[in-house]
Structure formats: C-alpha cells, structure tokens
C-alpha cells in the first residue's frame, strides 16, 4: 500500500496588511512531519521474511518427523532429498527446490543442508539440527516479489514430539530457532538479521495452533524476535509483546498478537498489532484476519495505518 500521506497546511490571506504577518505563519505552520514509508517497509519485510523462512524450516520438520525416510509422505513438494553424505560423527541432507511449494503460494529454488549427529532422533526432547539457506530464493507467486536467504539457523526440538502427535501424546510441542541470516531482496537491497523465536504448537491437525514469541537480547532489549539492519543501513530491534497466534485454519495467517520494531538511531518506532479485517476492524469468533494495524511514531510525530497480509 502507499504510504500515508500528509496535507500541508494552508493559510489565507484575508487582506494585503496581512501579507507579511501570514507569511511568517505559514512558515511556522508548515508540518514537516515524516511518513510511516521506512516502519511499513519494515513490517512487510519483516513478515514475508519469516513467511518465507519458515517454509523452509517446516519442510526441514516434515522430513526430520517421518525419521530421515525418503517416503514420499515426508518430502516437500517440487523438491528433492539428496544421497546423506556421514563425516565423523555427523549426517548432512540437502533439501533441494525445483519449484512450487505444496500450498501453491511460492516458487522455490536452491537448497537447504541440514546437519545432524549420527544417531539424533527428532522427537527425542532437546533434539537439534544446524539447518543452512544456499541461495534459497523463493518468489511469492500472486506478485511475483522475491527474496533469496543466505544463513544459518539451529533448529531445536525442545519438548521432544512429533507435530502429528498432537491431541494424543502431546498436549503442546515447542521448537526453538536462533541463528542468522542474510537476505536479498529483487531490488538488490539486502538485510542482514538475527534470529531468536520460540514456536509452541498446540491442537490438533488441522486445527493447528502455533504461538510465537522472542527469546533474544541485545542491549537493553529483550524479548526480541529478530534484529539487525535493514534495507537502509539502519539497525532495528523486533521485539513481541504479545504472543503472536497463527492459526492453521487461517492459511497460517497471523491472528492476534503485538510486535514493536524500533529504530533508535531515527527515534522511530511501529507497533504492530494483529487480527484485522478488511474494514479494519479486530476479527471476532473463527474470523480470519486479511489486515493489521501499524501505529507509527517518529520523534514527536505519530500516526496510524493498517496494511494487507502478503
């Protein structure tokens, strides 16, 4: 969406004694107050980046839970698993994209490796694989918007679980990922951000839940999700307030919940709130959510705008 624009202030000139006198107004009067352009950028960055990734990450689950097995149950759509390659005590798998993702909403190319200890059982409580993005370039089809991810995350399964074992042995599961990673986006800007998020499922397939919320720190900030520079040089800290809830029956879109990016450096700062509809109102019951509300502030300037999910 474009940005919110501002209306400069207008006087009127009531009479020619008064030209002099409104010409000092409106100098004083003229509202150099910024838009919310670079906190928008921010935001729809910050939300097709993580939609992205964690693509990724969840074919990188689906195939560790059907135990390393090249069924075709547990292999990603358009997507290949190469011959495992053992050195010392370690086993490497690489996931390798060809095309459409199993939910026709990104085309996929490049590879992920994924390293794990000879003998490491996915479900097993703590379990954890180093999950590395080579040239992962993966372009969302409905406007043809693309990014490509560099990187390294650990991936961590914390309570031990299968995803598939919800609503039977396991009440919730929760999975830790951290590391850092870069990325390109298709104007050849990039940005480079760390990544601290805790994910905790809960449900049953199908009516999946997934709660997340930031376990980083870094300075006098905590509770951060994911920080680092973005598009303009500019560092940012991404903290979450408020759990963010995604709901399987809502396309994995995210439904409540409150983010704050902040760039200290320009005194700008955008609260994200979730779970809004198309008239911009919070959803209510089993609604899914098509919007969210950004409130921006820079210095002593502030304002509001909601934005379309991608």
């Given at each position: 969406m474009k940005a919110k624009q501002f209306l400069k202030i207008g006087l009127i000139l009531i009479t020619a004694a008064g030209l002099s006198l409104t010409g000092c107004q409106k100098e004083k009067l003229k509202d150099n107050s910024p838009d919310s352009s670079s906190l928008q950028q921010l935001s729809q960055d910050d939300n097709y980046v993580e939609n992205a990734s964690d693509e990724a990450?969840?074919?990188?689950?689906?195939?560790?839970?059907?135990?390393?097995?090249?069924?075709?149950?547990?292999?990603?759509?358009?997507?290949?698993?190469?011959?495992?390659?053992?050195?010392?005590?370690?086993?490497?798998?690489?996931?390798t994209y060809t095309g459409m993702d199993c939910h026709i909403r990104f085309i996929r190319s490049g590879k992920v490796e994924v390293k794990m200890k000879v003998g490491t059982q996915w479900n097993d409580a703590g379990a954890a694989v180093i999950v590395t993005f080579k040239n992962l370039q993966i372009t969302r089809k409905t406007n043809g918007k693309s990014v490509k991810i560099n990187g390294t995350k650990t991936f961590q399964n914390v309570t031990g679980g299968f995803i598939w074992q919800l609503g039977n042995?396991?009440?919730?599961?929760?999975?830790?990922?951290?590391?850092?990673?870069?990325?390109?986006?298709?104007d050849s800007t990039t940005r480079t951000w760390n990544v601290a998020r805790q994910k905790t499922f809960t449900g049953t397939i199908g009516q999946l839940n997934m709660t997340v919320d930031g376990?980083?720190?870094?300075?006098?900030?905590?509770?951060?999700?994911?920080?680092?520079?973005?598009?303009?040089?500019?560092?940012?800290?991404?903290?979450?307030?408020?759990?963010?809830?995604?709901?399987?029956?809502?396309?994995?879109?995210?439904?409540?919940?409150?983010?704050?990016?902040?760039?200290?450096?320009?005194?700008?700062?955008?609260?994200?709130?979730?779970?809004?509809?198309?008239?911009?109102?919070?959803?209510?019951?089993?609604?899914?959510?098509?919007?969210?509300?950004?409130?921006?502030?820079k210095g002593t300037h502030s304002g509001t705008v909601y934005l379309w999910l991608q």
């Amino acid at each position: 969406m474009k940005a919110k624009q501002f209306l400069k202030i207008g006087l009127i000139l009531i009479t020619a004694a008064g030209l002099s006198l409104t010409g000092c107004q409106k100098e004083k009067l003229k509202d150099n107050s910024p838009d919310s352009s670079s906190l928008q950028q921010l935001s729809q960055d910050d939300n097709y980046v993580e939609n992205a990734s964690d693509e990724a990450m969840n074919d990188v689950n689906t195939f560790l839970s059907g135990g390393q097995l090249k069924s075709t149950n547990h292999i990603p759509c358009d997507a290949v698993i190469d011959s495992n390659v053992i050195v010392n005590d370690t086993i490497t798998y690489y996931i390798t994209y060809t095309g459409m993702d199993c939910h026709i909403r990104f085309i996929r190319s490049g590879k992920v490796e994924v390293k794990m200890k000879v003998g490491t059982q996915w479900n097993d409580a703590g379990a954890a694989v180093i999950v590395t993005f080579k040239n992962l370039q993966i372009t969302r089809k409905t406007n043809g918007k693309s990014v490509k991810i560099n990187g390294t995350k650990t991936f961590q399964n914390v309570t031990g679980g299968f995803i598939w074992q919800l609503g039977n042995q396991y009440t919730s599961i929760v999975y830790k990922i951290w590391g850092l990673i870069n990325v390109t986006f298709d104007d050849s800007t990039t940005r480079t951000w760390n990544v601290a998020r805790q994910k905790t499922f809960t449900g049953t397939i199908g009516q999946l839940n997934m709660t997340v919320d930031g376990f980083g720190t870094e300075g006098n900030f905590n509770n951060l999700v994911v920080w680092g520079i973005n598009r303009n040089g500019e560092n940012f800290y991404t903290q979450i307030t408020q759990s963010v809830v995604f709901r399987e029956t809502c396309y994995w879109y995210p439904c409540s919940g409150i983010k704050v990016h902040q760039i200290p450096s320009d005194n700008k700062k955008a609260t994200i709130t979730f779970g809004y509809n198309s008239n911009n109102e919070p959803v209510v019951g089993d609604e899914c959510p098509t919007k969210y509300r950004l409130d921006w502030e820079k210095g002593t300037h502030s304002g509001t705008v909601y934005l379309w999910l991608q």
